[in-house]
């Protein structure tokens, strides 16, 4: 009977034991994944910095480097902008940009995905990334088929609009760099209302930012006219 108890007592601290090691298991690979996660979101936030700085806006392919900033100076050829309605402007552009690459990474990957670590230029190369399990290399097909059958869905939406996979992922990340966005989430509510008002953001667009990229900014509104109408909420979220 005692050597019973004896073995029984080893089994139980060997489970324990046991169970300790898996645990700490998990919590090591969990730190592993964060680890490659904030390693690959600097190479890439690097890479993206390289591509925006070297970037020519379209339209734009016979000009050296593009100073937006200088350029929305002259816009018009009538008397000069208020330098403060021009800011204002281009940080609602650069909002504009950042909620339409959120909008369309809500789109593939679902609102309630984590998306640290996410860009629009590296959506393919994401679903392949989280589509393959990070220590046995086995592909969930199905769910990696679902995600391109989103993105294909989505960019042959925005297509509708003038959006060109190849180039707007780029502008955007571009924009955004430029401009920044808008920093004050607490906004008077007229001030949202004219936000969310496509008209207002259009005559906006065209008074104060340059003219060779107008084209393009109103595209990006437009795409958030069509997730606004797709997913029931503002075109600013």
């Given amino acids: ?3 019973t108890n004896i ?6 601290a060997f489970n324990m034991e046991s169970s300790r090691l898996v645990a700490e298991n998990l919590k090591l690979r969990k730190l592993i994944e964060l680890m490659q996660e904030d390693v690959e979101l600097h190479c890439t936030l690097k890479e993206h ?23 929305a100076q ?12 021009v800011k204002k402007c281009q940080r609602i552009v650069g909002e504009m940009a950042f909620q339409l690459d959120r909008r369309i990474l809500w789109a593939i990957f679902l609102a309630q995905q984590r998306l640290y670590g996410y860009y629009v230029p590296y959506i393919k190369e994401k679903i ?27 960019m042959d939406e925005l297509r509708k609009f003038g959006y060109n996979p190849a180039v707007h ?12 966005i808008t920093k ?15 008209q207002y953001l259009n005559k906006m667009i065209t008074e104060c930012m340059p003219r060779d990229i107008v084209k393009d900014i109103i595209i990006i509104l437009n795409c958030l006219v069509y997730f606004a109408r797709e997913d029931g909420k503002s075109l600013l979220i």
């Fill in 49 to 71: 910095k390289r591509k925006a700085e070297i970037i020519t806006p379209p339209g734009q392919h016979k000009k050296g480097r593009y100073d937006l900033r200088e350029e």
């Fill in 1 to 3: 009977m005692e050597n």
């Fill in 74 to 85: 002259m816009v018009n050829s009538g008397p000069r902008l208020d330098p403060e309605k």
């Fill in 184 to 198: 004050d989430r607490h906004a008077k509510t007229e001030d949202l209302s004219s936000y969310n008002d496509p």
């Fill in 169 to 180: 992922p780029l502008f955007t990340a571009y924009i955004v760099n430029t401009y920044g």
């Fill in 128 to 154: 392949i990334q989280v589509t393959r399990s990070p220590t046995a290399g086995k592909v969930d097909e199905k769910l990696r088929c679902e995600l391109f059958r989103r993105y294909n869905h989505t």
């Fill in 7 to 12: 073995y029984s007592s080893d089994e139980e």
